[in-house]
């Protein structure tokens, strides 16, 4: 079965987690939230009472993670819906300034995806993990509309906060981002950038699906 990798990035509450799983099984592929691998690291590492500054090398070298059918397990247990919570958001960016919790998800990640057929999102897929993907997508929104959706989603699971709340989160984690030294957020040379903003779900992934499609028709065809 021929590789295939579908890159897709993009700031929080742009909708790339639900459009990338939904992209995955329109087109019968392997899904891998790279997310969730950072916001289960920073649980971890927080547990284990250190912060983004101290020396993580053993910690790091403690850390497994298996992929099986969709699922993620972190040291043999599966990833739970407590991934989702606002602190463990602020706790992924905050871990993810450290290069050495970078370089060790980026070789974990890129070693879950080698040979395989996967659509991948984060925020430096296309750019650093998986610079060679056959396509890749950069999925971006107005920041109003990126605060409204996160503000629906923290409505569904429960959780009270205010517009402004949820803004402020946004920004800090943008900032955090998109300033870091080590893989900031940034759209890859070779990304189609995609503004969702007056987008549905279902129009993104049209979009997206077509895009693919046309990319491996056209490499069949060798245009």
Do not use: W
């Amino acid at each position: 079965m021929k590789e295939l990798l579908i890159a897709i990035d993009g700031p929080a509450g742009s909708g790339k987690s639900s459009v990338a799983q939904l992209v995955a099984k329109k087109l019968k592929l392997n899904y891998l939230d790279t997310g969730a691998m950072y916001r289960a690291v920073g649980i971890y590492l927080h547990s284990k009472n250190l912060s983004p500054s101290d020396d993580l090398s053993k910690a790091l070298d403690e850390i497994e993670f298996f992929y099986n059918s969709g699922d993620l397990y972190l040291n043999g247990e599966k990833l739970k819906e407590q991934i989702r919570t606002a602190q463990a958001g602020k706790l992924a960016s905050d871990f993810a300034v450290n290069p050495l919790v970078r370089l060790k998800l980026t070789e974990i990640q890129r070693n879950i995806c080698k040979g395989g057929r996967f659509v991948v999102d984060g925020r430096d897929i296309g750019t650093v993990v998986l610079p060679n993907a056959q396509v890749k997508i950069f999925l971006t929104a107005s920041f109003e509309e990126r605060v409204r959706r996160r503000l629906k989603e923290l409505c569904h699971k429960g959780v009270d906060l205010t517009f402004e709340e949820v803004a402020e989160q946004i920004r800090l984690r943008d900032e955090q981002d998109s300033k870091r030294s080590l893989a900031p957020l940034r759209p890859a040379e070779d990304a189609i950038v995609i503004d969702t903003t007056d987008k549905s779900i279902e129009e993104v992934v049209q979009e997206i699906c077509d895009i693919v499609l046309r990319r491996m028709n056209c490499e069949n065809d060798r245009c």
